[in-house]
């Protein structure tokens, strides 16, 4: 079935360290792909999204590439931040009747200064 | 309104009682979903909603649960003879359902303890 994976955490880099989640994905069809992120006590809120293979999301320093090839959509920041510390949600929607929307199970990043 | 709200944001029940979740999606959202969050664990999806109408409920994990939404917008997650292993942040999102970028909304959730 559909679904969504991302590697395992927790994650911990010390600040200005490079960041990468790694995110895989199987569908039927094409979906679009997102990234979410969850702040200490705060809501799931959209970092970035790609909608077509070979786009790239971006927002805060962050960056993803749709890779179709590969079925990834993998996180990458160059120099993380004490306050990136969070955990993020690989997720897709899916071109079917409705927008199903399916998430991975997270990763939670710790940044130490 | 401006965002999703949800409430209760805390709600402490004893085993066996029934509870009642609300959200009220932003104004002008068509699509509603409901997710479970357990302690470590992703989101687990419930239910979905188009309108009133709520065509994929594949994720309520068994008949205590059951969820409705009325004129469109107010949505209530209703779970009966609550069970210990209901415990879990449950919530709740909105989307403008724009197929092909289904970008959600999450309110801040309710958090559900059974004792």
């Known amino acids: 079935g559909d679904s969504v994976t991302q590697m395992e955490g927790p994650v911990t880099l010390s600040e200005e360290a490079f960041l990468t989640i790694n995110c895989t994905y199987t569908a039927t069809g094409y979906p679009s792909l997102f990234w979410y992120v969850q702040y200490p006590g705060e809501g799931l809120q959209l970092l970035l999204k790609?909608?077509?293979?070979?786009d790239k999301g971006s927002n805060k320093g962050f960056e993803a590439t749709y890779r179709k090839e590969t079925t990834s959509f993998h996180l990458e920041k160059g120099s993380v931040q004490v306050s990136d510390s969070a955990v993020y949600f690989c997720?897709?929607?899916?071109?079917?009747?409705?927008?199903?929307?399916?998430f991975g199970p997270g990763t939670s990043l710790s940044v130490i200064p | 309104g401006a965002g999703v709200s949800q409430s209760p944001s805390n709600k402490v029940t004893e085993k066996g009682k029934d509870v009642e979740l609300r959200c009220d999606p932003i104004?002008?959202?068509?699509?509603l979903y409901w997710y479970r969050q357990s302690l470590g664990q992703g989101l687990e999806f419930l239910i979905y909603f188009q309108g009133n109408s709520a065509p994929d409920k594949s994720g309520l994990p068994s008949d205590r649960f059951s969820a409705e939404r009325t004129g469109g917008s107010v949505s209530t997650l209703t779970i009966q003879r609550t069970q210990q292993e209901d415990s879990a942040v449950y919530l709740c999102a909105s989307s403008p359902s724009v197929s092909g970028a289904n970008v959600l909304t999450f309110g801040a959730g309710s958090r559900l303890t059974v004792l």
């Open positions: 997720a897709l929607t899916l071109k079917t009747s409705y927008d199903k929307v399916i």
């Open positions: 104004s002008g959202h068509t699509a």
């Open positions: 790609a909608t077509k293979a070979d």
